[in-house]
C-alpha cells in the first residue's frame, strides 16, 4: 500500500528545546477522574486505559528530597548505562541515527541519546517521541510523518525506552511494526533499545533492576507531557493525544535532569570511562520464576496486575490502586521513594530478600477490595 503524507504539525517540544525533541502527540484537554473510579472502569472492561487519565499532582516536599538524594547516589551508573547503549546503536547504525522514544518513559533517554551520539560519537542524529499503547499498537500516523513527511530512511530509524518490567510493550512494539512493515513493504527494526532490560526482550547494556531516576517522578521530568492518550478526540488523521502540564513549569526539572546527566557523562569520560558496544545476553528466566512464586503465595492473580521491577513499582504507586508493595531489601537506597509513597497512599509492603527483583507491586483487584 502507498504512504501517504500526513497533515503537517507545528512542532511540540513541550519543555524540552525544540533542537532535543519533537513530540509528536496531539495536545488535548481531558477532564480528570479518580484513580479508583479509573480503576473499575478499567477492571471492567468499560473502558480502555489508554482513554483515561487521572491528574497528576507535584511530588510532596519529602518525595522530592529523596529523588535528589537517590539521584546523587545513581546518576553516575546512569551514565555509563547511557554511554554503552549509545555505543551499541553506533556500532548499529552505521550513517545517520533516528531515535524514536516511546513516550513518555523513552522520551528522556531519547534526549540524552540525542546528545550523546552527536557530541562524543560525532553521528548525525534526529530524535521523535511518539505514543505506543498496550492492545492498541503504535502511532502509525507518527511513524508515516517520520518516514514520509520527515524524509528519514527506514533503515536510520531505532525505537528508544527507559526500561522493560514484562515485556509488554516491546513484544506490542514487535508485533505493530511488523504488521506496519508488511502493509508498507519496508523493514523498520522492530527491537526495543532501553537501559535496563528486566524481561530480555530488547537491546539494551544492562538487565539489572537499578533505579533509573527519571522513571520516579511523572510530568515534571519528562517534558511536562502525560502519558499518551487515545479516545474519541482523537481523530483517524491525528497524533496519539496528551496533556500539557503547562501549570507545573515553575516546578519542572526536565532541561536540568539532561543537563545534569550530560555533566556526569563528560565527567565518565574525562576519568576514562570505555563505553561497551556490546548488549547483555538476555535473561529470560526470572519473569517466570517470579509469576510462579506470586502464584504460589498469592492464589491465581490477573499478570496485568503484576507489575515487577522500580520503574514499573513506582508507576503502580503514582497512578494505580496499589495492593502490595514488595521490596527485596527496605533498606536499599533505591527503596526509599518507594516505602514514601507506600507510606503516603497508605500502601501495605513486605519485604522479601528473595525476590528476583529489587521491587514488586501488586494492583488491587476489584474482588480485593
Known amino acids: 500500500m502507498p504512504m501517504r503524507p500526513v497533515e503537517p504539525r507545528v512542532p511540540f517540544s513541550g519543555s524540552y528545546r525544540p533542537t532535543d525533541v519533537r513530540f509528536l502527540l496531539t495536545p488535548i484537554v481531558m477532564d480528570d477522574i479518580e484513580i479508583a473510579e479509573k480503576e473499575r472502569l478499567i477492571q471492567t472492561g468499560q473502558r480502555h486505559y489508554s482513554e483515561l487519565l487521572s491528574r497528576e499532582t507535584l511530588p510532596s516536599p519529602r518525595y522530592l528530597a529523596l529523588f535528589h538524594q537517590v539521584f546523587a547516589i545513581t546518576k553516575g551508573r546512569m551514565a555509563q548505562r547511557l554511554l554503552d547503549l549509545a555505543a551499541i546503536i553506533a556500532a548499529q547504525r552505521t550513517d545517520t541515527i533516528t531515535l524514536v522514544s516511546l513516550a513518555r518513559a523513552g522520551t528522556p533517554i531519547g534526549v540524552l541519546l540525542k546528545h550523546i551520539l552527536t557530541d562524543s560519537f560525532v553521528r548525525s542524529v534526529a530524535h521523535y517521541s511518539i505514543s505506543i499503547i498496550r492492545d492498541r499498537g503504535i502511532d502509525e500516523n507518527a511513524l508515516r510523518y517520520i518516514l514520509q513527511n520527515e524524509r528519514h530512511p527506514a533503515e536510520s530509524i531505532l525505537f528508544v525506552d527507559g526500561w522493560t518490567g514484562k515485556g ?126 506470586l502464584r504460589t503465595r498469592f492464589g491465581a492473580l490477573d499478570e496485568n496486575h503484576i507489575k515487577p521491577g522500580i520503574g514499573e513499582a513506582t508507576r503502580v504507586l503514582l497512578r494505580r490502586v496499589p495492593r502490595l508493595l514488595i521490596l527485596r531489601d527496605p533498606d536499599a537506597p533505591e527503596s526509599a521513594h518507594l516505602l514514601q509513597l507506600a507510606a503516603e497512599k497508605q500502601v501495605p509492603w513486605e519485604a522479601d530478600p528473595c525476590l528476583p527483583y529489587q521491587a514488586v507491586s501488586l494492583i488491587k483487584g476489584l474482588s480485593d477490595a
Open 168 to 293: 509488554v510493550i516491546a513484544r506490542e512494539l514487535a508485533a505493530s511494526v511488523t504488521a506496519f512493515n508488511r502493509q508498507h513493504h519496508i523493514t523498520l527494526d522492530t527491537r526495543l533499545f532501553a537501559l535496563n532490560d528486566l524481561a530480555g526482550v530488547g537491546v539494551a547494556p544492562s538487565d539489572a533492576d537499578d533505579l533509573i531516576p527519571s522513571g520516579i517522578l511523572n510530568a515534571t521530568l519528562s517534558g511536562l507531557v502525560s502519558r499518551s492518550i487515545l479516545n474519541d478526540q482523537i481523530g483517524s488523521d491525528d497524533f496519539h493525544g496528551c496533556v500539557f502540564y503547562r501549570e507545573f513549569l515553575p516546578q519542572d526539572l526536565s532541561v536540568w535532569f539532561i543537563e545534569a546527566l550530560l555533566a556526569e557523562v563528560g565527567d565518565c569520560l574525562s576519568q576514562g570511562y570505555v563505553p561497551c558496544p556490546t548488549p547483555v545476553a538476555p535473561n529470560r528466566e526470572r519473569l517466570p520464576r517470579l509469576l510462579a512464586m
